[in-house]
């Protein structure tokens, strides 16, 4: 890749239409000695956490009803469906509108995040075998085991994947946000201010910065959810306890 890319700046011959691999490397080590890089890549950091932890909040509250009442889960389709469907720059515009330049990359990311979890956790509750379930109850285990053994497993087979694509894509919807709402500090911002300058190989350093920020991350959320829930990604069932 870095060979093609090489021979594609030469072809280009311009470092304005495409830099580099020397050039945006060295953009990079540029940025990563400038004083406000660390407050553009922790507001970046904050937004994207923020957002994240909402969305999962708010999946987490609406996906557990929905997979154990039918009802309610028919009731919140339209607005998933609605929400999938809407396309990003739409929802971006809107929160110009409606919130402060730093708040609308969290929105963004939170928006349209969320379906993604709320989906996931109602499948998991859904898909959980009823006859385990009958099992649990004739043999008198407590909820608190039942939840443990039973739905924790299944739900975690289901929202494990769509956490690692949420947390790669909580960084996509906050950049973007950025590079329109151009809040005071932000990556998104630092994008948008080397595309006006023309600085193409310090908006491809910046770019560097937010692909190892987003594989970080995403490591860091499946190093957490496997603590948290040594069953995420088996799917395996129930495993009796000990």
């Not at 910065?209 to 959320?221: D, N, Q, R």
Request: glycine share 8%; proline share 5%; no cysteine.
């Amino acid at each position: 890749m870095i060979i093609l890319w090489k021979a594609a700046s030469v072809y280009a011959g311009s470092s304005i239409i495409l830099p580099s691999p020397k050039e945006s490397v060295s953009a990079l080590i540029a940025i990563i000695t400038e004083e406000d890089t660390m407050g553009a890549l922790a507001s970046t950091l904050l937004r994207g956490a923020a957002g994240f932890l909402l969305a999962v909040a708010t999946g987490l509250a609406l996906g557990v009803p929905a997979g154990m009442y039918p009802s309610f889960r028919s009731g919140i389709e339209p607005l998933l469906v609605v929400v999938r469907s809407t396309p990003l720059i739409s929802v971006i515009l809107l929160a110009l509108i409606w919130f402060s330049s730093g708040t609308v990359p969290v929105f963004v990311a939170f928006l349209m995040i969320f379906p993604i979890i709320t989906s996931g956790v109602s499948e998991g509750i859904s898909h959980v075998d009823q006859e385990l379930l009958e099992m649990a109850e004739v043999y008198g285990m407590d909820r608190r085991t039942v939840i443990r053994w039973m739905y924790v497993p299944s739900v975690a087979s289901y929202v494990f994947p769509g956490l690692e694509t949420a947390s790669g894509l909580a960084w996509k919807l906050v950049i973007a946000a950025e590079v329109l709402s151009r809040p005071v500090s932000g990556m998104g911002t630092k994008m948008q201010e080397a595309r006006m300058y023309l600085e193409t190989a310090r908006l491809f350093a910046w770019t560097i910065s937010a692909l190892v920020i987003s594989a970080l991350f995403t490591m860091a959320v499946r190093f957490v959810f496997r603590r948290v829930i040594p069953a995420a990604g088996s799917d395996t069932g129930w495993t009796a306890p000990e």
